[in-house]
């Protein structure tokens, strides 16, 4: 396969991340996007210069020219969406996270795999340029063993309404945010140390017309060789997206810090235009991160499954992570109901 022909579908806030990423990546072609509106299909061709756009699923999936199906859409459609692509055999990769909870996301995951066409999940976190260079000094026994992880994803709240509605989303600040930490975790610790008991706290402390979910969580994560997984989540932190992680180990320590670490540093009394995600200003002293989408991960992560599909191979992220991400946080919502460690059924 020379040229991956995709179809995104989706039309928001991570369809445009994904083209950014993708606008870097060689071997591939975005030949259409899918919109449940037909306005919102367009306005997005337009602006991608992509050649087509359309409203009808349907007849996306139907067609024989598509490659790979980039699922971009609000977390209540990915079941159904994804569930439609296994039965046509279609290969797919899909935001985070998975499904709104363990049983959809199992279902997601059980369906792709005997579809027998590929399935990858796209987590930004572990693709992000530092945190790929962080596990390489750890496989190289740069800190010895691993020994605690803390991972931080903070904002001041959701770039669009849908996400407040908890019954869309599957859960709040932790739901939309933890999947990142605990995938950044399980990282650094090896996917061969699964996380076997979690504690978690959340509470609304802003936001409280909002949403009914948590705008702000705590969640401990322990895995069977004795590690620990420090994950702090906020839909509070003002200043735009905060995005660290810690990775403590028996012989030494790395810190990533990739939007309060940038190298531009400006002051300005006027408008400066776009800063950097989730800023809430854009004049006074600001720090612009440049190439956002390769920083977080987006292209990376796009181009390791554009090649997975010119080679046949298997992603290293596929549903089966971001399965196990959701029993993960289903776990994390048990402890916070009931204040006591749960156990992670897989």
């Given at each position: 396969?020379?040229?991956?022909?995709?179809?995104?579908?989706?039309?928001?806030?991570?369809?445009?991340?994904?083209?950014?990423?993708?606008?870097?990546?060689?071997?591939?072609?975005?030949?259409?996007?899918?919109?449940?509106?037909?306005?919102?299909?367009?306005?997005?061709?337009?602006?991608?210069?992509?050649?087509?756009?359309?409203?009808?699923?349907?007849?996306?999936?139907?067609?024989?020219?598509?490659?790979?199906?980039?699922?971009?859409?609000?977390?209540?459609?990915?079941?159904?969406?994804?569930?439609?692509?296994?039965?046509?055999?279609?290969?797919?990769?899909?935001?985070?996270?998975?499904?709104?909870?363990?049983?959809?996301?199992?279902?997601?995951?059980?369906?792709?795999?005997?579809?027998?066409?590929?399935?990858?999940?796209?987590?930004?976190?572990?693709?992000?340029?530092?945190?790929?260079?962080?596990?390489?000094?750890?496989?190289?026994?740069?800190?010895?063993?691993?020994?605690?992880?803390?991972?931080?994803?903070?904002?001041?709240?959701?770039?669009?309404?849908?996400?407040?509605?908890?019954?869309?989303?599957?859960?709040?600040?932790?739901?939309?945010?933890?999947?990142?930490?605990?995938?950044?975790?399980?990282?650094?610790?090896?996917?061969?140390?699964?996380?076997?008991?979690?504690?978690?706290?959340?509470?609304?402390?802003?936001?409280?017309?909002?949403?009914?979910?948590?705008?702000?969580?705590?969640?401990?994560?322990?895995?069977?060789?004795?590690?620990?997984?420090?994950?702090?989540?906020?839909?509070?932190?003002?200043?735009?997206?905060?995005?660290?992680?810690?990775?403590?180990?028996?012989?030494?320590?790395?810190?990533?810090?990739?939007?309060?670490?940038?190298?531009?540093?400006?002051?300005?009394?006027?408008?400066?235009?776009?800063?950097?995600?989730?800023?809430?200003?854009?004049?006074?002293?600001?720090?612009p991160l440049p190439e956002e989408a390769f920083a977080y991960?987006?292209?990376?992560?796009?181009?390791?499954?554009?090649?997975?599909?010119?080679?046949?191979?298997?992603?290293?992220?596929?549903?089966?992570?971001?399965?196990?991400?959701?029993?993960?946080?289903?776990?994390?919502?048990?402890?916070?109901?009931?204040?006591?460690?749960?156990?992670?059924?897989?």
């Amino acid at each position: 396969m020379n040229n991956v022909c995709i179809a995104i579908l989706g039309s928001g806030f991570v369809a445009d991340f994904y083209l950014q990423g993708l606008a870097n990546v060689n071997g591939q072609q975005v030949v259409v996007n899918f919109s449940r509106t037909r306005r919102r299909a367009r306005e997005f061709a337009r602006r991608w210069a992509i050649p087509e756009s359309t409203a009808n699923l349907d007849k996306l999936i139907a067609r024989s020219d598509i490659d790979l199906y980039v699922i971009a859409l609000p977390n209540e459609v990915h079941l159904p969406v994804s569930l439609a692509l296994s039965r046509a055999g279609k290969n797919q990769v899909c935001t985070k996270p998975l499904g709104r909870n363990r049983r959809e996301a199992k279902v997601m995951f059980d369906a792709a795999k005997r579809s027998g066409a590929m399935h990858g999940y796209a987590e930004t976190e572990v693709f992000a340029p530092c945190v790929v260079r962080a596990r390489e000094t750890i496989e190289q026994g740069g800190i010895g063993r691993v020994l605690w992880v803390r991972s931080r994803e903070s904002h001041g709240g959701p770039h669009s309404p849908h996400f407040w509605d908890i019954e869309k989303t599957g859960g709040g600040a932790m739901n939309d945010l933890g999947c990142h930490c605990i995938a950044a975790a399980r990282y650094f610790f090896g996917k061969d140390d699964p996380i076997v008991e979690v504690m978690a706290w959340g509470a609304r402390l802003v936001h409280h017309k909002k949403t009914k979910g948590e705008d702000n969580a705590l969640l401990v994560l322990k895995f069977a060789g004795g590690g620990i997984g420090h994950c702090e989540l906020s839909w509070t932190t003002k200043g735009g997206l905060d995005l660290r992680n810690e990775v403590h180990g028996s012989e030494g320590s790395i810190f990533t810090d990739v939007t309060r670490g940038t190298p531009i540093t400006s002051f300005s009394t006027k408008s400066t235009g776009y800063v950097v995600e989730k800023a809430e200003i854009d004049f006074g002293w600001t720090r612009p991160l440049p190439e956002e989408a390769f920083a977080y991960g987006y292209q990376a992560e796009m181009k390791h499954f554009v090649e997975c599909m010119q080679g046949g191979t298997t992603p290293r992220e596929t549903y089966e992570d971001g399965y196990i991400v959701n029993c993960v946080l289903d776990a994390g919502y048990q402890s916070m109901r009931s204040s006591r460690w749960a156990r992670v059924k897989y």
